[in-house]
T-cell receptor
């Protein structure tokens, strides 16, 4: 198993400002992911973050709005820029702990999430 | 486009068996995962099916049929603590998960 922590756990922000969410994993992983989840809804993948390369964004998400850093194999940040009330959501990071080269198995561990409210 | 459809809600009583279905339409499909999420908590991994057939892990089993683009999660001997949301998720391109619409399970005494 793995332990993933996120900071902050929650925040209330004013529109037009930016918030950076940190995600720390207790062991080295190649792939980390960022999701958004509205309360009571499903998870939507924002981007995949690999160490040493640019993040890969899903349709509907752009780097200018959600810049991501991945400086090493245990840490990543997601910034929500120029926030609006529509950005109010829970933001989750996850890490892939599947054994490399083992295609028959896949498992991701998730952080506890950051609950963001934009006023 | 990509989509994974699940029933929005399922109810059952303690000790019963429930099946949560998932039909998917994705590209680059590698396998199907299931995650459990309690209110206010993080999703936790339950199972992963790379091949057709049934995978059993304790009280939970998961099934995949690639030809039918269909899978299900079977929960046996239901307990109150099983009340949660359950998500199927398709592994695409070997690395990223696309989550289904989610099913809220309520277990009653």
């Amino acid at each position: 198993s793995a332990v993933i922590s996120q900071k902050p756990s929650r925040d209330i922000c004013q529109r037009g400002t930016s918030l950076t969410i940190q995600c720390q994993v207790d062991s080295q992983v190649t792939m980390m992911f960022w999701y958004r989840q509205q309360p009571g809804q499903s998870l939507t993948l924002i981007a995949t973050a690999n160490q040493g390369s640019e993040a890969t964004y899903e349709s509907g998400f752009v780097i200018d709005k959600f810049p991501i850093s991945r400086p090493n194999l245990t840490f990543s940040t997601l910034t929500v820029s120029n926030m609006s009330p529509e950005d109010s959501s829970i933001y989750l990071c996850s890490a892939d702990f599947s054994p490399l080269g083992l295609s028959s198995y896949n498992e991701q561990f998730f952080g506890p999430g950051t609950r963001l409210t934009v006023l | 486009g990509q989509s994974l459809e699940q029933p929005s809600e399922v109810t059952a009583v303690e000790g019963a068996i429930v099946q949560i279905n998932c039909t998917y339409q994705t590209s680059g499909f590698y396998g199907l995962s299931w995650y459990q999420q309690h209110d206010g908590g993080a999703p936790t991994f339950l199972s992963y099916n790379a091949l057709d057939g049934l995978e059993e892990t304790g009280r939970f089993s998961s099934f995949l049929s690639r030809s039918d683009s269909y899978g299900y999660l079977l929960l046996q001997e239901l307990q109150m603590k099983d009340s949660a949301s359950y998500f199927c998720a398709a592994l695409e391109g070997g690395d990223k998960l696309i989550f289904g619409t989610g099913t809220r399970l309520q277990v009653f005494p």
